[in-house]
């Protein structure tokens, strides 16, 4: 139990669907991120919020669409996505962005598997 | 982009036996971290290393970092069955960001 909880664990979806990720982190952060894992790649940084603010989109597409209403929650809103998308979407939250650098660590939830027919 | 690269891609070894990984990275770094990640699981944080730290252990991990060669390995001894998990290094080069490579898959036979 790292103290950030992912729902749903397993989704699949038509490329027509419209369907949310949830992350939920119980840890008093004020830093979350969304990954991308896909077999055998490396983990692919998608968004960062710090302070609900989004300091970072990685070249994301926008069928790919973050929500962060507080420091506590982060979506990932999902539509017409394409079956190359499917993958392990990971959340991850820390202390705030500058302390990644000063003490490194992210919590990570375990994932929710999506698979986009 | 991808920073830290593992080497190898995947390492089977016997019960009891050590297991040995390493990461490369391009770019000077402030800290470098590893995480281990069980089979369809989230990641989990081992091991932070900073940049002027040549050694670490924690438990039965042991991290080298060589700043001069931009390389690091970890060491798990005594290995056990619940040490089968892919392992990632993460380095944060760009301000907060960190960047990870593609992971090790450790198997470790009964």
């Known amino acids: 139990e790292t103290g950030v909880t992912q729902t749903p664990r397993h989704l699949v979806m038509g490329m027509t669907n419209k369907k949310s990720l949830k992350c939920e982190q119980h840890?008093?952060?004020?830093?979350m991120y969304w990954y991308k894992q896909s077999a055998k790649k490396p983990l692919e940084l998608m968004f960062v919020y710090n302070f609900k603010e989004q300091t970072e989109n990685n070249s994301v597409p926008s069928r790919f669409s973050p929500e962060c209403p507080n420091s506590s929650h982060l979506f990932l809103h999902l539509h017409t996505l394409q079956p190359e998308d499917s993958a392990l979407y990971l959340c991850?939250?820390?202390?705030?962005?500058?302390?990644?650098?000063?003490?490194?660590?992210?919590?990570f939830g375990e994932g929710s598997r999506l698979t986009v027919l | 982009s991808q920073q830290g690269e593992e080497d190898p891609q995947a390492l089977s070894i016997q019960e009891g036996e050590n297991a040995t990984m390493n990461c490369s990275y391009k770019t000077s770094i402030n800290n470098l971290q590893w995480y281990r990640q069980n089979s369809g699981r989230g990641l989990v944080h081992l091991i932070l290393i900073r940049s002027n730290e040549r050694e670490k252990h924690s438990g039965r991990l042991r991290v080298t970092l060589d700043t001069s060669k931009k390389s690091s390995s970890l060491l798990i001894t005594a290995s056990r069955a619940a040490d089968t998990a892919s392992y990632f290094c993460a380095t944060d080069a760009r301000d907060y960001k960190l960047s990870f490579g593609a992971g090790t898959t450790v198997t470790v036979r009964a």
């Open positions: 991850a939250s820390s202390h705030g962005t500058s302390a990644v650098r000063n003490t490194g660590e992210l919590f």
């Open positions: 840890l008093g952060h004020n830093a």
